[in-house]
């Protein structure tokens, strides 16, 4: 079994910066592409960014790509992080972790393995 593993959420006041981290634990790992969701309250889940096994190809959500930036290690166990920059009160969400047996796609239902997910506050 895989576990995701995410941490780094908390309360930043508009125009802050948060790193999120996600771990994964559990069975041998791999080639699987990571990312982030994220789902506001009332909100459906929405596609953030996604990550390539090796990290060479990223894809981000229109409203993220000048101000978060996706990236992982492999090293020992996989680690995949979203810096966010210049956050807005709109980010406001629960952020997820995911990860998929394939190449990036921002379609939730081809991931297979979600974290619990971490709350990111962004106040005004």
């Known amino acids: 079994q895989v576990q995701l593993v995410e941490s780094g959420g908390g309360l930043v006041q508009a125009g802050g910066s948060l790193r999120l981290s996600c771990a994964q634990s559990g069975r041998t790992f791999g080639p699987y592409t990571m990312g982030w969701f994220r789902q506001a309250p009332g909100e459906d889940r929405e596609f953030v960014a996604a990550?390539?096994?090796?990290?060479?190809?990223?894809?981000y959500a229109d409203s993220v790509s000048d101000r978060f930036t996706i990236s992982r290690d492999n090293a020992k166990t996989t680690t995949v992080y979203l810096q966010m920059n210049s956050l807005k009160p709109e980010d406001t969400a629960a952020y997820y972790c995911?990860?998929?047996?394939?190449?990036?796609?921002?379609?939730?239902?081809?991931?297979?393995?979600w974290g619990q997910g971490t709350q990111v506050t962004v106040s005004s």
């Open positions: 995911v990860a998929a047996p394939g190449p990036i796609t921002i379609v939730n239902r081809e991931y297979d393995y």
């Open positions: 990550i390539s096994w090796k990290g060479g190809r990223t894809n």
